[in-house]
């Protein structure tokens, strides 16, 4: 038990006659309250997830090595998951998210396939392999934000000449949580191209929806934002506006219909740190992974300072102290489970800290 608790609530003495109570208890699968009370309620999130830096030019040629050792169809997704090194086999980067880095080689197809978990995609290498959601095409580039909501089918395709290599994000732990995890293929390995390339971006991200339009899924209907969009629309604000004092500039990916987030599980945001950005230290509920997309810099988490430069990913634990140097103009992609917490009424920040 560490010192946070004991101050909230102090165990009673173990004796031995409560010793043998309780073995009577546990016989009959109860428990004492008062034995685990500080521990299961903590006076402040106490969690498992640890800071943690993966450098990209480390796992890539692991990633590359993996292209050698087995193919797309044998793997059905190949993807190195990044895991939190406070969570150690449990597939997790933080207590309620997963990623990993997925690579797809030149002529593979990762076949078609739905979940109830909601994954989102962030592009941090090579050009022209396409992900499929519910029939439509949409084209991979560097810093690309691509969802593919609970239950939507989707298949991926590398028709280029290079290898493809992107960020998954999926919310795996809260639907485990839940107990609503359902999968199943499709019945062919590819969903036919039914809708034009850009066709979802035209419709609902125009700042316009189709006069008719309602809803059909709680996610955005949009499931590609370019990163040209993202980063032209960041430039602008750098220019225009002062930064935040911890963010700099920072946006968030919204879903037009609503204006709430791009899915109900994952949030996504992205950020601009101007050249010679020294931010305030902040906390937040929400355990944030974090891609860098351009730029270098250093990020404090907690008392231990990570370098920090593009594709490199780290991650800040829910509550931990946060606070971003950037040396020059640098691009932070990231990621969290704020809608949910949101959702249920549980997200807490302090910005900047006092
Ligand atoms: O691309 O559909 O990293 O189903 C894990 C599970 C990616 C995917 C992952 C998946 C996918």
């Given at each position: 038990m560490d010192g946070a608790s004991t101050t909230f609530y102090t165990k009673p003495t173990l004796t031995a006659?409560?010793?043998?109570?309780?073995?009577?208890?546990?016989?009959?699968?109860?428990?004492?309250?008062?034995?685990?009370?500080?521990?299961?309620?903590?006076?402040?999130?106490?969690?498992?997830?640890?800071?943690?830096?993966?450098?990209?030019?480390?796992l890539r040629p692991l990633l590359m090595e993996a292209g050698h050792l087995l193919t797309e169809k044998e793997a059905e997704r190949r993807v190195l998951i990044l895991e939190n090194p406070g969570l150690l086999g449990k597939s997790r980067v933080t207590g309620s998210l997963y990623i990993g880095l997925q690579l797809i080689l030149p002529g593979e197809v990762a076949r078609c396939h739905r979940h109830a978990t909601s994954a989102l995609r962030f592009v941090l290498e090579g050009n022209g392999a396409y992900t499929a959601v519910e029939g439509e095409r949409t084209q991979m580039h560097p810093g690309d934000f691509i969802l593919?909501?609970?239950?939507?089918?989707?298949?991926?395709?590398?028709?280029?000449?290079?290898?493809?290599?992107?960020?998954?994000?999926?919310?795996?732990?809260?639907?485990?949580?839940?107990?609503?995890?359902?999968?199943?293929?499709?019945p062919g390995e590819v969903q036919p191209n039914t809708i034009a390339y850009g066709d979802s971006l035209a419709r609902y991200g125009a700042n316009m929806l189709p006069v008719d339009y309602s809803p059909t899924r709680p996610s955005s209907p949009i499931f590609n934002y370019p990163y040209s969009r993202s980063r032209e629309a960041l430039?602008?604000?750098?220019?225009?506006?002062?930064?935040?004092?911890?963010?700099?500039?920072?946006?968030r990916f919204v879903n037009p219909v609503s204006g709430g987030y791009t899915m109900p599980t994952i949030g996504a945001f992205m950020q601009l740190l101007p050249s010679g950005f020294s931010g305030a230290a902040y906390r937040q509920t929400d355990a944030t992974i974090f891609v860098v997309v351009e730029g270098q810099g250093r990020t404090?988490?907690?008392?231990?300072?990570?370098?920090?430069?593009?594709?490199?990913?780290?991650?800040?634990?829910?509550?931990?102290?946060?606070?971003?140097?950037?040396?020059?103009?640098?691009?932070?992609?990231?990621?969290?489970?704020?809608?949910?917490?949101?959702?249920?009424?549980?997200?807490?920040?302090?910005?900047?800290?006092?």
């Open positions: 006659e409560r010793k043998e109570f309780y073995g009577r208890l546990a016989a009959r699968s109860a428990a004492p309250l008062w034995e685990v009370l500080g521990a299961i309620i903590p006076p402040e999130p106490r969690p498992e997830t640890v800071p943690f830096l993966w450098h990209y030019d480390d593919t909501p609970s239950w939507t089918y989707h298949d991926h395709g590398n028709p280029s000449d290079g290898p493809m290599v992107w960020l998954d994000g999926l919310d795996i732990p809260i639907v485990n949580l839940f107990d609503t995890s359902f999968a199943e293929h499709y430039e602008q604000l750098k220019r225009n506006s002062e930064p935040h004092p911890s963010h700099g500039i920072k946006m404090r988490i907690g008392d231990q300072m990570y370098d920090w430069r593009p594709r490199d990913i780290f991650v800040a634990p829910s509550w931990a102290p946060i606070a971003h140097e950037a040396q020059n103009d640098a691009i932070v992609f990231s990621l969290s489970d704020r809608p949910a917490q949101q959702a249920l009424g549980l997200w807490r920040e302090q910005v900047p800290m006092k």
